[in-house]
């Protein structure tokens, strides 16, 4: 049989078991749904009348806009927005590629400490940082807070995968239970920096715990941005071997992929999203298992499609989290960390109870 | 040429393999038999990579040791006995995986309708948009098997000889099945391909297979065809019963039948 014998005729209505046509349109569908939810974002405040269209404009040069709708949609939501889609797609990411590594639908950054080791890290950074030489602080500058949690969370993640996988093979049990425990860990510890800070550290501690994307402003998004945008264009090059990774590490291997090298980027990739996302957000949970697995839903598990989709609808997600954190106590505002778990924690249950087979493997 | 020489694998200080030598030639179908336990897998994934052994693999005279991952996966495809799948594929999403390899090197542009003929090889067609968790175990076998087909699909590339390595790759199957599978092998094999399999089924071994290992408790017992390895001694002493060779005429190799021990065939109806 040669290949010119078993070419098909060619078929004009969509093959059956191929959903990457349906991928394709969700994606575009997410386009538009995460430009409308930018825009409601950058339009809902308590500014009153804000012509947000005008504002947009009014910056490049194309009509007029009143100064205090330049100041309220370019100063304060604008970073806030912004901040709340690149967290989200970095945590709905991170939740696809880990997911991806340990070959598990249940593994989250939240759940199984690496936003913990990440906490820590931005912790000892603002409490201990002022110990560093000079010249170190004077390098590292602002970035030192995002990079001390970023290789928090990469610390975390490796030791999470070192105890939990075993000859490829990762334990959801091993997996959850580590995670618990790392967690436990690296709060003790955080504790006990907590402990020792000053009363000036304790108020950047206070800001930074609050864990929302109400503190967003241009100088913080400048500093974790381009640590989020490099795990996020990292991730789709992963794509190929997170796929032939869901058939085992032995397999993939045997299809070509250079399997330790793939899991050195992932885990970094994980780092660097879910840090830089606790620097300036404090801990988000949920968005990262909540996103990946609605998505396998519809469009099935090909990381091809499935990372740069969770990239969009993480946003989505988090935008829209945030504006129910701005409405429920209205005026006041919910930490947006309080609004995930509440949409997050039954859903993950759900997915628990449709899994039960996952656990008891 | 797959060769492997005077190959040991421990686990602990138990002894899997014994220095075994063994070679498989393009263009055959090589059989590896023995009794469960023998090592016969053990054996498969030093080959593959998979164990850490002592010695050496060669494939068509390149130490394994120097080729990357993705040039073995272009000159070989392996077939594991089983293994779960994390996420939920349609079977042509999982039959596509096969041209990981091919995408990887830009060799798989074009390539698109390969996994719908390994389907349709496999016996699967109009399987395509079913899920893979939603599958028999021999139909999930077989999807597996048009997976590693798609990936080596043409048996010679630029000259040399590309290998299938079966693990036991009939083992879930029915009868009618088994003889798809086994024919595909051989198809293979015949046209410039090589083919290493683990086979439990001794009569199929013999209609299929041109050279047979036999290995017993680490140790290689003997190795050749499959009329000079399949005989009642070599047999009935490995696999410790009692078995008869027959060589029926429709086709050459010999038939292995079991032969009941005297108290249970004594409680048989006549």
């Known amino acids: 049989m040669t290949i010119a014998e078993t070419r098909p005729v060619q078929n004009m209505k969509p093959l059956a078991g191929d959903r990457r046509a349906k991928a394709r349109l969700l994606r575009l569908g997410l386009i538009a749904l995460l430009a409308l939810t930018m825009l409601m974002g950058l339009g809902w405040g308590a500014a009153g009348d804000t012509d947000v269209i005008a504002a947009l404009l009014a910056k490049f040069g194309i009509g007029e806009a009143r100064l205090v709708d330049m100041t309220v949609v370019w100063d304060i939501r604008m970073p806030r927005v912004l901040t709340g889609a690149l967290v989200g797609a970095a945590l709905a990411v991170a939740g696809a590629v880990m997911q991806g590594l340990f070959r598990n639908p249940l593994a989250d950054p939240g759940l199984v400490g690496v936003s913990a080791g990440a906490g820590f890290g931005a912790v000892a950074a603002i409490v201990l940082g002022g110990l560093l030489p000079f010249a170190l602080q004077n390098l590292v500058g602002a970035y030192l807070v995002p990079l001390a949690a970023f290789f928090g969370g990469w610390v975390s993640t490796l030791v999470l995968y070192k105890i939990a996988t075993r000859g490829g093979r990762t334990s959801v049990a091993t997996m959850l239970l580590a995670g618990i425990a790392l967690g436990a860990l690296t709060g003790a510890l955080t504790g006990f920096i907590v402990y020792k800070a000053t009363d000036d550290q304790l108020r950047d501690l206070t800001f930074w715990g609050m864990g929302s994307v109400a503190g967003a402003t241009w100088a913080k998004l400048l500093t974790a941005g381009p640590i989020i945008a490099l795990a996020l264009i990292t991730a789709p090059f992963l794509a190929r071997a997170l796929d032939a990774l869901a058939l085992g590490e032995a397999v993939a291997t045997h299809m070509g992929i250079d399997t330790q090298r793939m899991k050195r980027i992932a885990i970094l990739s994980v780092a660097g999203s879910v840090g830089a996302s606790v620097a300036i957000t404090g801990g988000i949970g949920f968005i990262g298992i909540v996103v990946p697995h609605l998505l396998r839903l519809i469009q099935g598990p090909e990381h091809r499609n499935l990372l740069p989709n969770a990239a969009l609808l993480g946003a989505i997600m988090l935008l829209l989290a945030d504006m129910v954190s701005r409405l429920a106590v209205s005026p006041a505002e919910l930490p947006i960390g309080i609004v995930t778990a509440c949409l997050g924690g039954p859903f993950f249950l759900w997915i628990l109870l449709k899994n039960r087979a996952l656990l008891e493997s | 040429m797959i060769v492997a020489s005077d190959i040991s694998v421990h686990f602990g200080a138990r002894k899997v393999l014994d220095a075994v030598d063994f070679s498989a030639r393009a263009g055959e179908v090589t059989a590896i038999v023995g009794p469960n336990g023998s090592g016969k897998t053990t054996l498969l994934r030093a080959m593959t990579g998979e164990q850490a052994f002592t010695g050496e693999v060669s494939l068509d005279g390149t130490s394994l040791s120097q080729l990357s991952a993705l040039d073995l996966a272009q000159r070989r495809a392996v077939l594991p006995q089983s293994g779960n799948i994390a996420f939920p594929f349609t079977v042509l999403e999982l039959v596509r995986l096969g041209l990981t390899a091919g995408l990887s090197t830009g060799r798989a542009s074009g390539l698109e309708h390969l996994p719908h003929a390994a389907l349709a090889r496999v016996g699967l067609d109009g399987f395509e948009g079913r899920m893979v968790q939603e599958l028999s175990g021999g139909e999930r076998q077989r999807a597996q098997l048009a997976r590693v087909l798609v990936q080596i699909w043409e048996p010679v590339l630029d000259g040399q000889p590309r290998w299938l390595i079966l693990d036991e790759p009939v083992s879930a199957l029915d009868i009618g099945h088994q003889l798809t599978v086994m024919e595909i092998a051989r198809d293979y094999a015949r046209r410039g391909g090589g083919v290493i399999a683990v086979m439990h089924d001794l009569n199929l ?66």
């Open chain 2, 205 to 270: 071994t013999s209609m299929f297979a041109d050279r047979v290992t036999l290995l017993s408790e680490g140790k290689l017992r003997a190795e050749g065809t499959p009329r000079e390895v399949l005989t009642d001694h070599a047999l009935s002493a490995c696999y410790g019963c009692a078995l008869r060779t027959n060589t029926p005429p429709p086709c050459g190799g010999p038939w292995i039948l079991p032969q009941a021990s005297a108290v249970t065939s004594a409680a048989l109806p006549a």
